[in-house]
């Protein structure tokens, strides 16, 4: 049995504008945090997860996911990982001068380099890869060492492997990764 104590979210991201919280209805325009727990066990047959939220009972927590998967931890982390927001509201203006808005959803697509990773650690990621394609989300916490709660926040996504990412994958004559794209779910 393995117990990973109590853990404390330490960053949360704000709820977009128009929004009290972060909850399913925000996510789509930004609205959502990601959390990670590293357990060493290495099968599980029974997990049991306890949340409880300081601010009391009058108040609530809504969990969309929990992800429990193999884990591969990298030496080199992904410090050159970079994370865009990628904005897909339509923004015209009409005949009449008026600006019309159509707010649509927002996503986050992480680019890392991979470059500077050892050969063990890229042929580990070519595993992953191979094994989850296009169809099976991943999730990247690129950069756990760092010392700042909210970089680590930043750079923490779950998402699909994105087509432009896989097409630098491998370089042929050079035999190693490249570089991936993740875009957020």
Request: aromatic share 8%.
């Amino acid at each position: 049995m393995v117990d990973s104590g109590d853990q404390t979210v330490d960053f949360i991201y704000l709820p977009p504008d128009g929004f009290n919280s972060n909850n399913s209805s925000s996510f789509p325009y930004g609205g959502g945090n990601h959390f990670f727990i590293s357990v060493t066990q290495a099968s599980v047959k029974k997990m049991e997860v306890i949340m409880t939220n300081p601010a009391g009972v009058d108040s609530f927590i809504e969990v969309s996911r929990i992800v429990t998967a193999q884990a591969s931890f990298f030496q080199n982390n992904l410090m050159e990982a970079d994370i865009s927001i990628e904005d897909s509201t339509d923004i015209k203006r009409t005949d009449g001068g008026n600006i019309i808005v159509n707010r649509k959803p927002i996503e986050r697509k992480m680019r890392a380099d991979l470059s500077a990773m050892s050969a063990s650690e890229r042929a580990a990621i070519n595993q992953i890869i191979i094994r989850n394609g296009r169809y099976t989300p991943i999730f990247v916490a690129a950069h756990e060492s760092a010392s700042s709660s909210s970089l680590r926040a930043d750079l923490r996504i779950y998402g699909y492997i994105d087509n432009a990412g896989m097409m630098g994958i491998l370089k042929p004559g050079y035999g190693h990764l490249s570089g991936m794209v993740i875009t957020e779910i």
